[in-house]
């Protein structure tokens, strides 16, 4: 024996007294956690992931679950993490895989900004009684306009407007691909996009046809990989977006491993079937920024210059000079995603440590498009950990138009952020396409739910904007006034553009 | 008129200030160098400060006549600068790239002598305009300057109740670049917006106040992008989106343009102004109109004020007393 076997994660115990031998965590565990041993259930803790699935559907509080029940001899530089990674690719010599976000102890630089509100010199509004506007437009903006009076008085506008989406409220949801989520996650939050007058990503997983009722509410995505990628889909969306990278593995693409790819996926990314859909790390069309700028334009050619398009680029140490690039070109938006981004397979290595926080990467977006005079011409849409509304109003107070969420609309179906998306056996009916998992995620529920979500956030984002005396949420955009930095320290709050509390 | 009507009405308001700050401009003043722009400055120190201005000046231009503003000591008002006037002639040759190169040479050494903070602050810059202000009470200030001195067919003033800068008298209202003067009641919740947006455009704002970015913003929309004066303002409170959804469809498609267009140039919180030019004046509030505003005619006289008294205190045989409705501006035209 050299490694031998490592502590357990976490160690699932079920009070004998309580249990009433149900047997619905044994239906419900896909790793496997649960088994019937006779008169007893069983528990083998290794499988477990902490997605709680046993202990949502156990009727009688039976089953609990501790963390770290025999953990290593405690040292700052050693982590278990380190050490673990190391046993792991020691044994296999590969690079290790994981799930959604960012996983190491970096501060949180929203949790280190504070709002603003009014008191005396400026009346705080009642969004209750008075109207907030959020409505909020997506797209390229004129840089001014040509607006002449005639004869008799009317006013006549010379200058014709670039389509935008119009969304209700400042909050879409990003893109996560069928493949890589179930068709129930989402159908669910399409429907949730469109009850609540927002837009949703497909991802790079082409768009499958029970999304074409929810189509008009769809951004497709293309990436490097062009799965799915023709003119039908093109002309389907509300919007295209090009995805150059993304914040949970900046500088690599997409990877979806050939055990998910199912004959309903197959036909949806035109790829065979159980063939691995790896997309290349660049686009092979696209090694310059010109060349960016000619999909643009080909994309707008292609759907005769009627939809918006987006590029989304990963928030990485130069991601303000890039961002103006785009802006230079036709694109209607920059989306940036931080390196808190989500994502169902990356290497771990990129998760946590390639790219910057979304707080410091759309404030210098902003700074740089107004430093160049353009950033009202166009769109920014941040994203990569958004957690609630507060994180909604700090990011647009920094800059940003509006924000995509992706993790919090997948909590909003169930998902306990376990980090195990990769492996296609998610408990909840979300990041997996067995079927047998898929149907577990009720569409009408989580849709319902994940409209719930954007709904309570949206009534949360015009108290905070009323009680800073703002009936409308441009007024708030890049309003860094209206934030201070709480133990920040002096450099990165200069990045930030913020004063400190009390200043 | 002179200043003597105007010293009167605003006394009606004192309820409204803190004996910190106050001012008056007035349009058709300086006749006799109607083709000067009338720099007028605030000097820390005319031994040291002075000779810095002197020398800018001379490289962009021509001072045509210069002179310490006429002031009267006031036992309740501290002079803590000496106010300038200087009548000066920019070369025009000199920005030859320029479609208006008088206006931008001026504008632009405005700004560079407000930026660089050497005890020179240039707070009125229009021709036949002069803006007048310090720290004090509305009569004290008019009887510093001894307004009634002055005969004008536009004034406007305004009395402070600072909270952020009391005593500095770059905070008094009204604020001025080139033709446009402004004064304003209220506070602007979106400054920080609008200060980056106006910023963007090479102006900068150096006065520690809200109520500065609104001149710019008005020399943006009016004089470097063209819009009438009523379609600026129009971009600064522009109806909800409710309303512009409501509207036939030509009306609905240039109102959704100009607010896209100017969104961080929209102004929020609660605001009456009122801004001039050579030939205009203008109020307008917030949206929703959490500041008063009361407008009054006589004859072909305008008058718009926070409140009625002060008016009547102007214009005892005021014809009309109206009460716009939110976002509604008003707007007088200099007869010619």
Redesign the interface.
Known sequence: MTIGSLPPRYRISIDPVRCMECERCIENCSYGVFRRDGERILVNSRNCTACHRCIACCPRDAISLEEHPCDYRSHPLWTREAREAIYNQARTGRIILAGMGNALDYPVIFDRLVLDACQVTNPSLDPLREPIELLTHIGKKPARLDLRRREGGDVELGTSLTPNLRVETPIMIGHMSYGAISLNAQVAMARAAKETGTFMGTGEGGLHSAIYPYQDRMIVQVASGRFGVNIDYLERGAAIEIKIGQGAKPGIGGHLPGEKVCTEISRTRMIPEGSDAISPAPHHDIYSIEDLAQLVRALKEATEWKKPVFVKIAAVHNVAAIAAGIARSPADAVVVDGFRGGTGAAPRVFRDHVGIPIEAAVSSVDAKLRDQGIRNEISVIASGGIRGSADVAKAIALGADAVYIGTAALVAMGCRVCGNCYRGLCPWGIATQHPDLVERLNPDTASEQVANLIRAWTLELAELLGAAGINSIESMRGNRDRLRGYMLDESLMQVLDVKQVGA | MDGSGIRQALSMMNERGSGEGAGYVAYGIYPDYRDCYALHVFFDNIRENKSVVDATLAQWGTIEHDEAIPTYDRPNLRAVHTPWRYFFKPDPSLAPASTSPEDDIVSALTMRVNTARRGALIFSSGKDVGVFKAGGWPEDVADFYRIEDYEGYTWLAHNRYP?NTPGWWGGAHPFNLLGWSVVHN??I?????N???I???GYTCTMFTDTEVVAYLIDLLVRR?G??ID?AVRALAPP???EIDRMPE??R??N???R??Y??A?????FAIVAADAGTMIGFTD??K?RPMVVGECGDRLYISSEEAAIRAMEPKVESITMPAAGEPVVGRVAP
């Open positions: 909270t209220g506070e919740t979106s400054y920080g917006t200060r980056r947006y910023e963007s455009f992008h819009l009438e379609l909800f989106w409710e030509a009306e498609e240039w959704r343009a100009l896209l267009t969104a961080p929209m102004m929020n919180g609660p949206r929703t959490l």
